[in-house]
């Protein structure tokens, strides 16, 4: 079955330690999203991707760190520089030759910080 | 700038009940809008979208959203709510396909179903 997956589905950190989300997806999607949910907050755009080897700046991206070596994967790493990451993590993707923008979401990440 | 609003935070509806979840876009052109459901713990899944054409767009899980340009709403409808409703909705605005690609979330309406 095509779909995103999202990996680990929990993950703990200490303070001051960098950690990396994981996000593939087997949809032959060219672009990849990384967004951020706190309650109340709806979602935020941390990073994208429209293609391999490129990536842009979302609405949030200090502290975060992104890389698309390969189409299929767009880790995020949430470094020591991110003063609040605990949170929910979405990644997305599209298709973007598509006449139809609409993203597809992974199941998440949740993230805390101990 | 693109801008979502979602102004109930918090709706709780009776199960069989009929539901309007209301969404006002701030957008600059033709909007691309879409209604999206989340579970607890969960990822988005996509319930409709609007690009042009037909202003009563139909759904997943019998939902529907009516496009009403001088209103700038995009009010996500269901006749009969079922206790398999209860998650949280939103409701987003993007450009068309091959500009910046971004699309602007509001800050979510989550739906309580009681019995």
């Known amino acids: 079955d095509g779909g995103i997956t999202q990996s680990p589905k929990y993950l703990f950190r200490k303070e001051g330690q960098n950690v990396t989300l994981s996000c593939e997806q087997n949809?032959?999607?060219?672009?990849m999203y990384w967004y951020r949910q706190d309650p109340g907050q709806g979602l935020r755009l941390i990073y994208y991707?429209?293609?391999?080897?490129?990536?842009q700046k979302g609405d949030i991206a200090e502290g975060y760190s992104v890389s698309r070596e390969k189409k299929e994967s767009f880790p995020l790493t949430v470094t020591s520089a991110q003063k609040n990451p605990t949170a929910f993590y979405l990644c997305?993707?599209?298709?973007?030759?598509?006449?139809?923008?609409?993203?597809?979401f992974g199941p998440g990440t949740r993230l805390t910080v101990l | 700038a693109q801008s979502v609003t979602q102004p109930d935070i918090h709706i709780t509806v009776s199960e069989g009940a009929s539901l309007e979840l209301r969404c006002n876009y701030s957008?600059?052109?033709?909007?691309?809008l879409f209604w999206y459901v989340q579970s607890p713990g969960q990822g988005l899944q996509l319930l409709l979208k609007?690009?042009?054409?037909?202003?009563l767009v139909q759904g997943i899980k019998g939902f529907e959203a009516e496009f009403k340009r001088s209103q700038s709403s995009f009010n996500l409808r269901k006749p009969s709510v079922h206790w398999s409703d209860a998650a949280e909705y939103f409701c987003?605005?993007?450009?068309?396909?091959?500009?910046?690609?971004?699309?602007?979330f509001g800050t979510g309406t989550r739906l309580t179903i009681i019995p």
């Open positions: 991707s429209q293609i391999v080897n490129d990536f």
């Open positions: 609007y690009f042009s054409g037909d202003t």
């Open positions: 957008y600059g052109a033709t909007p691309y």
């Open positions: 949809l032959n999607h060219d672009a």
């Open positions: 987003a605005v993007g450009p068309p396909p091959f500009g910046n690609e971004k699309l602007t």
């Open positions: 997305a993707s599209r298709h973007s030759g598509s006449s139809y923008n609409e993203q597809f």
